[in-house]
RNA sequence: GGAGAGGUGGCCGAGUGGUCGAAGGCGCGCCCCUGCUAAGGGCGUAGGCGGGUAACUGUCUCGAGGGUUCGAAUCCCUUCCUCUCCGCCA
């Protein structure tokens, strides 16, 4: 949610932020609804306080009058008498009622507008961020490999063999079962099987440790179905609510509908909504794993092999929490990121970092860069029917300055609750560490030996008892 | 699922229709007093929105939403949440 009066101070700066998100979203009708309603606001708030000055005056005369009348010993002259002064009294605060329940109706009748056109309208991307429509557009910034592998090279001259997919090497050591998964669950489902399961649990582990032990980040559980409340807070709703799952509990009597959530940053953000930090508990650094769920509404037809779009998978996910310093947060931003290549580098995992460019940053991030690793199985295949391999995303690293927070009301000040001074609205981030089974696939494909084995990295290997190959 | 109790400021806790944004206490901050640690005294201590260069000021908020009333923390309705007991249960 963008802040109302930098939108007054400038509308144009916000209009081509959308513009250059390819969000179309009526500024300038805001900026009219938002002028009415605070000129209505202020019309009411002074009636109300003649109304209040007008009541704390003859509050007691009234209250007095209304004894008098009530005692059961009063003449009933004198109640008529004590009636028609009360009648009085009142006709003033009376009739300023009135006039304030009319404001209030105008009022009512505009503000809906104004909270939708405010909460689609996107953080605009910072000036650093390359303009363009889609993914198309991104950029590459940087790229690293293993010695061991040449990127200008296909996979067969740097290993000596044709690769496999990952589809491939899972049925060769039955790691998934996917017929059996979608008579589960349906369409893009899955079971993980035996080594594969024990692999996507190593990495899962392996990411989280890292984080917490080398990287000093909290370890959070956190729900993954939560209220709406949570999902637009974190802005993800309205605009992606045909992304989530929704348990309809109002349908059966239950009080709230709930979502299920497509990424731990949900239940993260959510942990401190509503609250005011301490400015020295700042930044607040916190991990979790957690099960993702996406409908993945609108990828019909796409990626439908393999594990590389599905409806559930775990994510391990960083979130930093802290003051309002674009300087700050970018740092922030670079030591995330930096967490996720040495972990890749230490899984021996080619991958390049995408600067996304304005149409493809959501409409949450001043900044977002994709982190890809290689997929030897993806890509247009060669002649000989040989997939040329390709970048796929495995991770995303945000920038959301003061937009996510400014929904979830997170602030902090010196002292924090119970501290004195102004209050200020938290800067956030987010990053992938470790999505799996996403992950497995470069994993998989990168690791293969030519008789089909896998060598398991070495990290992750105290995590699977100590084995070196999957064959 | 059944039965009951309750939600007030950073915390505890008063307040059942009128000057209550809310007594009192704790905590916290500043100051004073006091020659050791301790104790005492004074003042100050909610957030949002709007107006003002500012001092300041208007308004809203006592779980949430709605209603009654000239006036609601206080009455009514709805709802959410928490706690206790029973049942069930990973």
Redo the contacts with the bound molecule.
């Keep these: 949610m963008i802040d109302?009066?930098a939108l007054r101070k400038n509308p144009e700066r916000f209009i081509t932020g959308a513009e250059q998100k390819g969000v179309d979203v009526d500024i300038p009708r805001l900026v009219e609804l938002d002028a009415q309603i605070?000129a209505l606001?202020?019309e009411?708030?002074?009636l109300?306080?003649e109304?209040?000055?007008?009541?704390?005056k003859?509050?007691?005369f009234?209250?007095d009058l209304?004894k008098k009348i009530n005692n059961p010993t009063c003449p009933e002259s004198r109640k008529a008498e004590y009636q028609a002064e009360?009648k009085e009294i009142?006709s003033a605060?009376?009739a300023?009622?009135a006039q304030i329940q009319q404001l209030d109706e105008q009022i009512a009748t505009i503000e809906p507008e104004v909270t939708t056109i405010h909460l689609g309208i996107p953080q605009p991307a910072d000036a650093d961020v390359p303009v363009g429509k889609s993914a198309d557009d991104n950029i590459e910034r940087s790229t690293w490999a293993p010695d061991w592998w040449d990127k200008n090279k296909s996979f067969q001259a740097n290993k000596g063999f044709k690769p496999r997919t990952h589809i491939e090497l899972c049925a060769m050591h039955n790691l998934v079962d996917y017929p059996r998964g979608v008579k589960i669950a349906g369409s893009r489902s899955y079971i993980l099987t035996g080594d594969g399961m024990r692999l996507h649990q190593a990495i899962l582990r392996y990411a989280l440790d890292t984080m917490v032990n080398q990287n000093g980040f909290k370890p959070m559980s956190v729900p993954v179905l939560v209220r709406e409340e949570a999902m637009i807070g974190t802005a993800f709703f309205p605009g992606g609510k045909d992304q989530a799952y929704e348990v309809n509990e109002t349908a059966r009597g239950?009080?709230?509908d709930m979502y299920l959530t497509g990424t731990g940053e949900v239940g993260l953000m959510g942990i401190h909504q509503d609250e005011?930090l301490d400015e020295a508990d700042l930044p607040l650094k916190m991990v979790t794993v957690s099960t993702c769920f996406r409908r993945e509404a609108g990828a019909a037809g796409k990626d439908t092999a393999g594990l590389y779009r599905i409806h559930q998978f775990d994510k391990v996910e960083q979130v930093i929490i802290d003051v309002a310093d674009e300087a700050t947060s970018r740092k922030h931003h670079q030591t995330m990121m930096g967490f996720v290549q040495s972990l890749l580098q230490t899984l021996q995992l080619p991958h390049r970092l995408l600067q996304c460019c304005t149409g493809d940053l959501g409409t949450k991030n001043a900044d977002m860069i994709d982190i890809e690793c290689w997929m030897p199985g993806r890509g247009d295949e060669d002649d000989s029917g040989t997939p040329t391999g390709d970048y796929g995303e495995t991770h995303s690293a945000s920038r959301l300055y003061d937009y996510q927070c400014r929904r979830l009301n997170m602030?902090y000040?010196q002292?924090?609750?119970?501290?004195?001074?102004?209050?200020t609205i938290c800067h956030s981030l987010n990053n992938t560490v470790a999505a799996s089974p996403r992950i497995l696939i470069p994993l998989l494909e990168m690791h293969q030996n030519a008789d089909g084995s896998i060598n398991i990295p070495v990290p992750l290997q105290p995590y699977m008892n100590g084995q070196e190959k999957i064959s």
């Design positions: 109302l009066k605070r606001k202020a009411q708030e002074s109300r306080a109304q209040k000055a007008l009541s704390k003859s509050g007691f009234i209250g209304m009360v009142k605060p009376a300023l009622k239950g009080g709230h005011i602030r000040r002292g924090g609750d119970a501290g004195k001074g102004p209050t």
